[in-house]
């Protein structure tokens, strides 16, 4: 036993471990910072070359069908041209259509317009209806649609429609009688002129909202080719204070020599005058024929 101790003791020491440090002090101590790496620096043989979005391959188009040839050759006829035949007869035809349209008792239409132009209508009447229907009737009829004027008349002066009608089946050529204005101020005169053919004679009177009849022939003014008028004329107290505008018909009665019935010096009705001129006429025989012109007076 002693001599196993003896072997032992005479062994070498191994030397003492270091003591192992804290968790603290390994952590207090900084990581050693990173390298920097060195910016590449491009040379003369590696220039930069910008980035460009990846491009997608083009796909193959189809080529479009080649469109065929659109252009077809119609030989399409010219409209014909009306002649002044053509103009005529559509105008007569009018002019007869509406002369023979019944609108009632208190009635007159007649075409004012000429012969290949568009038609004007101007009527007489008491009410506007009839006029519509006559402008609808036209319209189906002739494919065209006229302007009619209306003048509003009273009932006192529906003897004017009736006389007109007689006589717009003449073949004697109208007079013309134009008015300076056709909407006429109290007190002020009313003028214009009327224009006939040669070696006629014309009767001119003026009837009145009331259908009174006034005779005009010694108030006109003979010129080289016209007769003009100018005329002061004014309305009863009680149509003033009314204040509204009334109708007034300028009639004149054209033929080869005077009518003795329109030589009237007194105010006359125009119910009783114009049908003792119509007698006379229808007796004599010869072609007369008639104008009326509508203005209004006052208001």
């Known amino acids: 036993m002693k001599d196993l101790v003896d072997m032992l003791s005479k062994l070498p020491k191994p030397n003492a471990s270091p003591p192992p440090t804290s968790q603290s002090q390994a952590a207090a101590q900084p990581a050693p910072p990173l390298a920097e790496p060195k910016a590449q620096t491009p040379t003369a043989s590696q220039p930069e070359t910008p980035v460009k979005p990846a491009q997608q391959p083009q796909q193959p188009q189809t080529p479009a069908a080649k469109q065929p040839d659109t252009d077809v050759a119609i030989n399409v006829p010219k409209p ?40 004007t209508i101007e009527g007489y009447g008491t009410v506007v209806q009839p006029f519509e229907q006559l402008l609808s009737d036209f319209q189906s009829r002739f494919h065209v649609e006229p302007d009619i004027s209306v003048r509003l008349i009273t009932l006192s002066q ?23 204005r056709t909407s006429v101020p109290d007190g002020s005169p009313v003028s214009g002129a009327l224009y006939t053919g040669s070696g006629l004679v014309s009767n001119i009177m003026l009837i009145d909202h009331k259908g009174v009849a006034f005779n005009l022939d010694d108030r006109m003014v003979p ?15 009680a149509d003033k204070a009314a204040g509204k505008a009334v109708p007034q018909i300028m009639l004149v009665i054209t033929g080869p020599k005077d009518i003795q019935a329109a030589m009237f010096s007194r105010p006359t009705p125009a119910s009783e005058l114009l049908p003792k001129i119509l007698e006379e006429i229808e007796a004599d025989g010869s072609q007369f024929s008639a104008t009326a012109t509508y203005f209004r007076l006052g208001g």
């Open 223 to 237: 010129q080289t080719d016209k007769v003009t008028f100018n005329i002061p004329i004014g309305l009863a107290a």
């Open 158 to 180: 529906c003897g004017v429609p009736t006389f007109l009608r007689f006589l717009d089946r003449s073949s004697a050529a109208r007079p013309q009688l134009v008015l300076d």
């Open 80 to 119: 014909a041209v009306p002649t002044q035949e053509d103009d005529m007869a559509r105008w007569n035809d009018q002019r007869s259509w509406v002369r023979d349209f019944s609108g009632g008792s208190c009635f007159y239409a007649n075409v004012t317009s000429g012969p290949g132009v568009a038609p």
